[in-house]
């Protein structure tokens, strides 16, 4: 949304006012038209305290904060340009400004018009202006810009270093664990039992030399001259060859033997028994 807009102009509603209360007594101060604010307040103070009376209402911030409410006044004209609207408000200590006229002040003054100059109404068939005593406040929407994307920079930042941080601490955690002498000794026992138990069942020249070496029965007076893979191939006839197809039809047929394609099968010779 931030990239459709160039520039943005705003300004606060402060408007110049004139407050009578029962006819004897007069303030002229300025006063701020807050539309999020649910009632008329005025700081104690500025008002005397024989016009207060006491009051149960509660108020709070826009963050939730209590304020502090005793009294309220109810005889209260706001004046200008002549026309005079009764109001209401509410006393309070911990106010940053005088005067905050809020929505019970803006439902009688509705309709209205809010322009550079001010906000315009018409009331008993005259025209009012509450004129603006601050001018608009125009700002480039490209500083706005720019801080955006350095905060998102620097929240990015934090975030990441924060993780970091976990990191080390659950590191630290985890280093701090492996020195107790309880997990020593567990770590400890899980080697041996490793060693002993899984390492030596595989060839290896450290551990049980000799365990993995195996004799074979062997036939007396056998020599590699009887090995059959040694034996001089000979010439096969057109009569062995169809012997040797019928032998190995018969097999198929008994399916004692299935062709193959696989990458280890190999030629077959024939060799003198």
Same mark, same amino acid.
């Given at each position: 949304?931030?990239?459709?807009?160039?520039?943005?102009?705003?300004?606060?509603?402060?408007?110049?006012?004139?407050?009578?209360?029962?006819?004897?007594?007069?303030?002229?101060?300025?006063?701020?038209?807050?539309?999020?604010?649910?009632?008329?307040?005025?700081?104690?103070?500025?008002?005397?305290?024989?016009?207060?009376?006491?009051?149960?209402?509660?108020?709070?911030?826009?963050?939730?904060?209590?304020?502090?409410?005793?009294?309220?006044?109810?005889?209260?004209?706001?004046?200008?340009?002549?026309?005079?609207?009764?109001?209401?408000?509410?006393?309070?200590?911990?106010?940053?400004?005088?005067?905050?006229?809020?929505?019970?002040? $803006?439902?009688?003054? *509705?309709? &209205?018009?809010?322009? =550079?100059?001010?906000?315009? +109404? !018409?009331?008993? %068939?005259?025209?009012?202006?509450?004129?603006?005593?601050?001018?608009?406040?125009?700002?480039?929407?490209?500083?706005?810009?720019?801080?955006?994307?350095?905060?998102?920079?620097?929240?990015?930042?934090?975030?990441?270093?924060?993780?970091?941080?976990?990191?080390?601490?659950?590191?630290?955690?985890?280093?701090?664990?492996?020195?107790?002498?309880?997990?020593?000794?567990?770590?400890?026992?899980?080697?041996?039992?490793?060693?002993?138990?899984?390492?030596?069942?595989?060839?290896?020249?450290?551990?049980?030399?000799?365990?993995?070496?195996?004799? $074979?029965?062997?036939? *007396?007076? &056998?020599?590699?001259? =009887?090995?059959?893979?040694? +034996? !001089?191939?000979? %010439?096969?006839?057109?009569?062995?060859?169809?012997?040797?197809?019928?032998?190995?039809?018969?097999?198929?047929?008994?399916?004692?033997?299935?062709?193959?394609?696989?990458?280890?099968?190999?030629?077959?010779?024939?060799?003198?028994?």
């Amino acid at each position: 949304f931030i990239n459709l807009i160039e520039k943005i102009t705003y300004k606060k509603w402060h408007v110049n006012i004139t407050i009578r209360i029962q006819d004897s007594f007069k303030l002229q101060t300025i006063a701020l038209i807050d539309s999020g604010a649910q009632m008329n307040c005025i700081q104690e103070g500025l008002i005397p305290t024989k016009y207060f009376e006491k009051t149960k209402q509660k108020l709070s911030t826009a963050n939730y904060e209590n304020l502090r409410v005793n009294f309220k006044v109810t005889d209260v004209h706001i004046c200008n340009e002549g026309i005079c609207i009764k109001q209401t408000f509410i006393l309070v200590k911990d106010l940053d400004i005088g005067i905050i006229l809020g929505q019970p002040f $803006l439902k009688i003054i *509705k309709p &209205f018009k809010v322009t =550079n100059e001010g906000i315009t +109404t !018409k009331l008993f %068939q005259q025209k009012i202006l509450f004129a603006f005593n601050e001018k608009p406040i125009t700002k480039d929407i490209d500083l706005l810009k720019t801080f955006s994307l350095f905060k998102e920079h620097s929240i990015s930042m934090i975030k990441a270093k924060e993780n970091q941080l976990k990191q080390e601490v659950s590191n630290k955690k985890l280093e701090n664990q492996l020195q107790n002498s309880q997990i020593k000794e567990k770590n400890g026992s899980l080697k041996n039992s490793m060693i002993n138990n899984l390492c030596s069942d595989l060839p290896d020249v450290f551990w049980h030399r000799k365990r993995h070496m195996v004799s $074979l029965p062997y036939e *007396k007076n &056998f020599t590699g001259q =009887n090995i059959s893979t040694k +034996t !001089k191939p000979i %010439q096969m006839t057109y009569e062995l060859m169809k012997y040797w197809k019928k032998e190995i039809q018969e097999l198929l047929n008994k399916k004692l033997i299935e062709p193959s394609k696989s990458l280890w099968s190999c030629t077959t010779f024939c060799v003198q028994k």
